[in-house]
């Protein structure tokens, strides 16, 4: 076995302990976290608006079977979303992290005729919007990636996690990006857009969740220094988001 074969097996078992760590913590760990913060979050975000139930009833989706948890988007955070698609339905939209969002996005995709590429690491999460999309609005406009982590290298060595996936195999570029994962504090989302800048449109939109985190600040400043002219928005009428747009030269 050659240097370069030992490094890539190495590499490759890497991965692996790294994914399934990722996934035991999210499957055993993770949950506990999520009941301590659950009773914080009834008190601290509002239910779904009656707006919003009207509207996700005309799409054909019972609001009362999806699951607003902590691991979620807010219900504001998707009646913003689904304003901006509205407004601009895309093409082709790629979800970082798929959840409850994913079967709400399936049926504006259904209604307004786009694709979704979905990609999450956790089975259980997986499993989860596979039962809540079933047969329904859109199941069939939705592309549902489960994958693994796999170490990748930037330019000046540094290194960061990001999906074992191949998005040049889609074979069409992603107007619209909403990343809401993986996990900041074990994987990080550093990665995104070196990742995803190859495969998206010249006329495109990436929103970012949780972009008043830390980790998230400094996912962005690090991303303003490696695309020079990164357009950052912070919409006044969604909190806690970004809108960002890479300017091509």
């Not at 999906?163 to 994987?187: C, I, S």
């Amino acid at each position: 076995m050659t240097n370069a074969d030992r490094s890539s097996v190495a590499g490759d078992i890497l991965n692996y302990l790294f994914t399934n760590f990722v996934n035991f913590v999210q499957r055993f760990i993770t949950p506990f976290g999520v009941r301590i913060r659950r009773a914080r979050r009834r008190r601290n975000v509002a239910p779904p608006s009656e707006s919003l139930r009207a509207r996700l009833a005309e799409l054909g989706i019972d609001v009362d079977r999806i699951w607003w948890g902590p691991m979620t988007l807010f219900p504001s955070k998707i009646e913003f979303l689904m304003h901006e698609i509205e407004a601009k339905p895309p093409r082709l939209l790629l979800e970082v992290g798929s959840g409850s969002s994913t079967p709400v996005l399936a049926a504006l995709a259904e209604h307004h005729g786009f694709e979704i590429v979905s990609l999450e690491n956790h089975v259980g999460s997986a499993r989860y919007v596979r039962e809540m999309l079933g047969a329904g609005v859109g199941a069939s406009r939705v592309k549902l990636i489960v994958a693994g982590f796999r170490r990748r290298w930037r330019p000046d060595g540094s290194g960061y996690w990001w999906y074992a996936v191949d998005l040049g195999e889609v074979g069409r570029l992603f107007d619209m990006v909403v990343v809401d994962g993986p996990m900041g504090a074990l994987v990080g989302r550093d990665g995104a857009l070196p990742e995803i800048q190859p495969y998206l449109a010249p006329q495109h939109r990436i929103y970012l969740d949780d972009a008043n985190r830390a980790h998230e600040k400094a996912c962005i400043a690090s991303w303003q220094a490696q695309f020079p002219g990164l357009l950052v928005e912070r919409p006044a009428l969604c909190r806690g988001m970004a809108k960002l747009r890479i300017q091509f030269v």
